[in-house]
């Protein structure tokens, strides 16, 4: 299994970045799918995550309203749409796939990408 995270890099706040997760070895649309973010210094935190059936959407309170995850089952790519960019949001970004329901754990997840590092300029 093999998660490749890509579309990172450095914006100005209040700009917007896409991030794409290419699954191979699992399917997007058979595993919870979920993003998190670490940022210097700080834990690994939740940022959003997409469930398999139904395709029931969460998000952090941080940035709820301006980032959206979906996915594309014929491309087994899910995306975290990131807009209004913050400079708190600068952080690596993972991707990562899980079996259980409890999606803001990073514990419970199986497997992760390499990670993506979002820059954001105030």
């Known amino acids: 299994v093999q998660l490749q995270a890509s579309g990172g890099g450095l914006v100005q706040a209040g700009g917007s970045l896409r991030l794409s997760c290419a699954a191979s070895?699992?399917?997007?649309?058979?595993?919870?799918m979920g993003w998190f973010r670490q940022a210097p210094g700080k834990e690994r935190e939740f940022v959003a995550a997409?469930?398999?059936?139904?395709?029931?959407?969460y998000y952090a309170d941080s940035v709820k309203d301006r980032f959206t995850i979906f996915r594309d089952s014929a491309k087994n790519t899910v995306y975290l749409q990131m807009s209004n960019l913050e400079p708190g949001d600068r952080a690596v970004y993972y991707c990562?796939?899980?079996?259980?329901?409890?999606?803001?754990?990073?514990?419970?997840?199986?497997?992760w990408g390499q990670g993506t590092l979002v820059t954001v300029s105030s």
């Open positions: 070895g699992l399917s997007v649309s058979s595993y919870d």
């Open positions: 997409m469930r398999w059936i139904g395709g029931s959407k």
């Open positions: 990562a796939a899980t079996k259980t329901s409890d999606h803001s754990d990073p514990e419970q997840y199986l497997y």
